[in-house]
């Protein structure tokens, strides 16, 4: 079992770690997850050997407090405590930075060893600053001085660790020198105080906090975006009346109407009218779709023309707009094998910090005999060096990632399926309602003239209306084709008889017309060399051909394919100009698969596949060396879609498949598959800049702060400067992810 928790309290990546360990150490639960950038625990437990009470309990022992996230409030929940955090780092922000102005403008003639006459001497009293400093080192800063004392009592150290001992040993020494002075200028030595230091550096981080709140905020974009589709009330028709009830009231079952420029409430399917829908919000797709009765309503997408009645089938968390955006948050929660670098990174980090801050005093206070000095460069490096950076490059740009997937309607299950998509080297293409639509449909006509005044439409009318009494797909596709010419109605068929194997007979309009194979065609003595040659070349395109005879004579001739879809030929061609071999496996026989291989350009078939063969096919090529994508949408595809180092569902397919699968395209548009790698290569790209960025500000900066230039160049770094700069590390991680949100299609 699986459950969600919002942890408050975590103030940086090493709280995550140890919140996740701690769960981890509760009997019964199998697996935790625990996303710093998203504030949230995913749980996976067994019911029956603990309970989320226990793990509740676990969190609070250890310092923190843990919610139950209930699905449906999910993201009202998550915005209720980003903004209540936002609100109180807002004031602790005000507070800090009206001190830290009082004490740095007191302390100008002490920093710059200069006399200064408008700044009057009495600023500078350290009695006044340790008044002035007080609130800001007891509230504003209580987070982290709390966060260091847990992290303690555990045996851990974290960011709030460093914050807590830079600040505290400057705030420590200042309230030393004010209490004991003379003791310091008895000896020579400087009783300057740092109070300004430690208030400012509170402040700076708390700053870069709340930039860094106010822009994880941006990176939950994407689920907000997708709740606020829901439609909040349903026009119900119950008896003769009609209702207009809230969501929540509607039951399965219920027929409910949707006149134009609605919100479709809730999925279901239609029962009577035709509309176009508007799916964009859902599937991705620009254009808007034709429905008819029998077609699916999807919720939350938007009626455009027509009004239509539908009875519902799923409602509340059933829906797919309610399935996307759990996926999407599992996705969002998890942890991509990158990630687990820089978690232990993180783990022996901030040991590593004290011992070079500490190491730092050590040599500075012996080779100067400065304790001043030694203090400045310790707190400094305790300051600069924190693993915010290192704990945000991941999840942050999983989140975007992940959000901008499923506004391009591609579902991405989690974020090792992510990270595995950049790698791919080939994608297997099922044939079948992948690259075609996976239904018959007439994909050329030709005719002679000699029926009424040589009127085509009134040829195909003719057969059209002989079909519609068919329950053969061929008739099935003969009679959409009519429909989309335009026919609208077909006239009535008298006698019509359906002869097995051979096609179909009936009388129209006082007319014999019969629709079926050359074979009972020249059965019946009706002569078709006129249409001989351009039924073999048809045919040798594996096309099924469809002969149409009107009182015992020739007068038109239909081919008859499972036709591909409109995007499947950019797509393939893009998807090779992306370096990856595109393979085609079908359960066809050779000669239709090097048909369609043919026409879309793809160079590799596995052809007369079955569907017990088809994981084989994807082993095959794993053998080889190669990163496999299987692409498919059939319950025998399922098992290939398991086998593969990403299963890629088509959404339009069956949920076996779909459940199966890593990454689902929701519209079933090939373009997608495009998509989901560029997306998985953007996203890949932004966490490596990511990585780059914390690890190198680290690297470089820290040493700086420890005093390496001052030999040289008499620069020691400033514990306000360094406390800044911490801050901005945050920031700019963040900031980077969030350039993800502007990601495109290169076709």
Known sequence: MQTHLQ??????????????????????????????????????????????????????KAGYQASLLVEENVGDTEQTVRTARQKELNQKVIVGAIASSFLVFGSMPMMTGLHIPFIPMWLHNPWLQLIISLPVMTWCGKDFFNGAWKSLKHRTADMNTLVALGTGSAYLY?????????????????????????????TLILFGRLLENRARGKTSEAIRKLIGLQAKTARVIRGDRELDLPIQDVTVGD???????????????????????????????????????????????????????????????DTVLAQIVKLVQ??????????????????????????????????????????????????????????????????????????????????????????????????????????????????DYITVNGIAEGNEIDLLSLAAAVEKSSEHPLGQAIAEYAREQGIKSFPEVTNF??????????????????????????????????????????????????????????????????????????????????????????????????????????????????????????????????????????????????????GIAIGTGTDVAISASDITLISGDLHGIVTAIQLSRATMKNIRQNLF?????????????????YPVFGLLLNPAIAGAAMALSSVSVVTNALRLRNFSVKL
């Open 693 to 709: 960025f914390a690890y190198i500000y680290n690297v470089v900066l820290i040493p700086i702060a420890a005093g390496i230039l």
């Open 174 to 202: 200042s309230l030393w020198v004010t209490f004991f002075v003379d003791f310091f200028r008895d000896r020579g030595l400087s009783s300057d105080v740092y109070y300004e230091a430690a208030v400012v550096i509170i």
């Open 497 to 646: 008889e359906a002869i097995a194997g051979m096609g179909v007979e009936g009388k129209v309009m006082e007319k014999w017309v019969r629709i079926g194979t050359k074979r009972w065609f020249q059965q019946l003595g009706i002569d078709t060399e006129i249409f001989s040659d351009r039924a073999r070349k048809w045919e040798s395109e594996a096309k099924t051909t469809a002969w149409i005879a009107v009182d015992g004579k020739v007068e038109g001739l239909l081919a008859i394919a499972d036709a591909l879809k409109p995007s499947s030929i950019e797509a393939i061609h893009t998807l090779r100009k992306m370096g990856l071999e595109v393979v085609m496996m079908t359960g066809d026989n050779l000669k239709t698969a090097e048909a369609i291989a043919k026409e879309t350009g793809i160079r590799r078939i596995f052809a007369e596949v079955k569907p017990d063969q088809k994981a084989e096919k994807v082993r095959e090529l794993q053998a080889e060396g190669k990163t496999v994508a299987m692409v498919g949408d059939g319950i025998n595809d399922a098992p290939a879609l398991a086998r593969a180092d990403v």
């Open 255 to 317: 027929i409910i109407l949707v006149r134009p420029g609605e919100k479709i409430p809730v999925d279901g399917t239609i029962i009577s009218g035709n509309s176009t829908v508007d799916e964009a919000a859902i599937t991705g797709e620009s254009m808007p779709v034709q429905k008819q009765v029998g077609d699916e309503a999807i919720g939350a997408t938007i009626n455009k023309m027509g009004s239509f009645k539908f009875k519902a089938s799923r409602i509340g968390k």
């Open 330 to 443: 599992d996705a969002q929660g998890s942890k991509a094998p990158i990630q687990k670098l820089a978690d232990r990174v993180t783990a022996w980090f901030v040991p590593t910090v004290m011992t070079i801050a500490l190491i730092t005093f050590t040599i500075w206070f012996i080779s100067t005999q400065n304790i001043t000095f030694a203090l400045v460069a310790m707190v400094s490096v305790l300051i600069i060096a924190c693993p915010c950076a290192l704990g945000l490059a991941t999840p942050t740009s999983i989140m975007v990632g992940t959000g901008k997937g499923a506004e391009n309607g591609i579902l991405i299950k989690g974020a090792e399926s992510l990270e595995t998509a950049h790698k791919l080297q080939a994608i297997v293409l099922d044939k079948t309602g992948t690259i075609t639509k996976g239904k018959p449909s007439v994909t």
């Open 7 to 60: 942890v408050q309290g975590m103030s940086c990546a090493g709280c995550a770690s140890r919140i996740e360990k701690v769960i981890q150490r509760v009997s019964g639960v199998n697996e935790c997850n625990v996303n710093f950038a998203l504030s949230r625990a995913t749980v996976t437990y067994n019911p029956h050997a603990t309970t989320v009470d226990n793990i509740q309990q676990a969190v609070a």
